[in-house]
Each structure stands twice: as structure tokens, then as C-alpha cells.
């Protein structure tokens, strides 16, 4: 498979991004889901190069500087997180080919630094999205309405992406994906 063969899958917060993905890797062992890098601590139990790639500040700057990451992003929390090129290339050079789960800013600049990825949106109905973010109860209700606000706005970027795929049900989502994923692979083989 040719490493420029990626495929980027992003969405609002509470879309089922990482739970479809789960489900797809378990179905096309190819595929392999990249490692982000990251300027938070190291949580217990976390291990470098499974959960994250733990850079402090100055080694994530400087190697923003010198052009090694694909996409990155600077949080209001001062933490910043992004995919380094060479875990692309990691993958591509063990035989598999790349999943990134980003979020939609790192997609499109994915998108355009490598016009060979397939980038797919995940989307759900916005009172779907709120049920699942209160659900998960990570976020205070303020934060939910805030990500609410910014879903509404991400599912309006949704034709931007080569495909959009609606996750209502997650086996018929998952299906779909799947089935997007196969045709991709054929295609680039």
C-alpha cells in the first residue's frame, strides 16, 4: 500500500469517532490508528508510543519549527497535541496503512498536505450529539453547551470531506465505513 493511503475520520465531539473506529480496525487488520503527540503529563498506567507520544514544550515547539508534524493544534488549556510525519511513515513501513482520528482543523490540513488521504466525516443529529455528551458526563453542562455550539458549526463544514457517513446505529455506521475503507484500499492497490 503507498503511504500517501491515510484515512482521516473526524466529526463533532460525541459523533462516535473513536467508538467506529474501534469497530473498524477490528474489522480490516491493516489499518493501524496513529499515535498523537502531546504536551500533557503522562497519566498512571499511560506508556509513551501506545497513548501518546509525550513531548515536553520545547522539543513539541521545535519540531513544529523543523516541519515534523502533519497537523497540530494549541488548546485553550495550553496543552497542545498533533501527528507527527514519522508515525505515518512508522506505519506505512511495517506493511499497514494510517488512521488518524483528528479533530476537524487537523483534518483539513491533512487533506491538503496530502491530496492522497481520504478524509471522512463523522456525523450525528445535533440532539443525538447532546445525548451522548451528557451521557459520558466529562463536561459540566456549560462545556456541553459550548461543544453543542461548535458541533453545529462542524456539521455545516461536513462537504468538505470526501465522505460523510451518518452514525444513527453503529453496525449499520460501522458497515458503511467498512465499506468505504475496502473500496479505498482496492482502488489504491
Not at 522539543?59 to 493544534?73: D, K, N, T, W, Y
Not at 461548535?150 to 449499520?172: D, G, I, K, P, T
Amino acid at each position: 500500500m503507498p503511504e500517501s493511503l491515510v484515512f482521516v475520520i473526524t466529526g463533532p465531539s460525541g459523533a462516535g469517532k473513536g467508538t467506529l473506529i474501534r469497530e473498524l480496525v477490528g474489522r480490516v487488520p491493516a489499518l493501524e490508528v496513529a499515535v498523537s503527540a502531546t504536551t500533557r503529563g503522562q497519566r498512571p498506567g499511560e506508556v509513551d508510543g501506545r497513548e501518546y507520544w509525550f513531548l515536553d514544550e520545547a522539543e513539541f515547539v521545535q519540531r513544529i519549527e523543523a516541519g515534523e508534524f502533519l497537523e497540530e493544534v494549541l488548546y485553550v488549556s495550553g496543552k497542545r497535541y498533533g501527528t507527527l510525519r514519522s508515525e505515518v511513515s512508522r506505519i506505512a513501513g511495517h506493511g499497514r496503512i494510517c488512521v488518524l482520528e483528528l479533530e476537524l482543523e487537523g483534518a483539513l490540513a491533512v487533506q491538503e498536505q496530502m491530496p492522497g488521504s481520504v478524509t471522512i466525516f463523522i456525523a450525528a443529529d445535533v440532539p443525538e450529539l447532546e445525548r451522548r455528551l451528557r451521557e459520558r458526563a466529562t463536561e459540566s453542562t456549560g462545556e456541553i453547551g459550548e461543544r453543542i455550539e461548535l458541533a453545529r458549526y462542524q456539521l455545516e463544514q461536513a462537504h468538505r470531506f470526501r465522505y460523510m457517513v451518518r452514525n444513527e446505529e453503529l453496525q449499520r455506521a460501522t458497515a458503511v465505513l467498512t465499506a468505504i475503507v475496502a473500496t479505498e484500499m482496492e482502488l489504491a492497490s
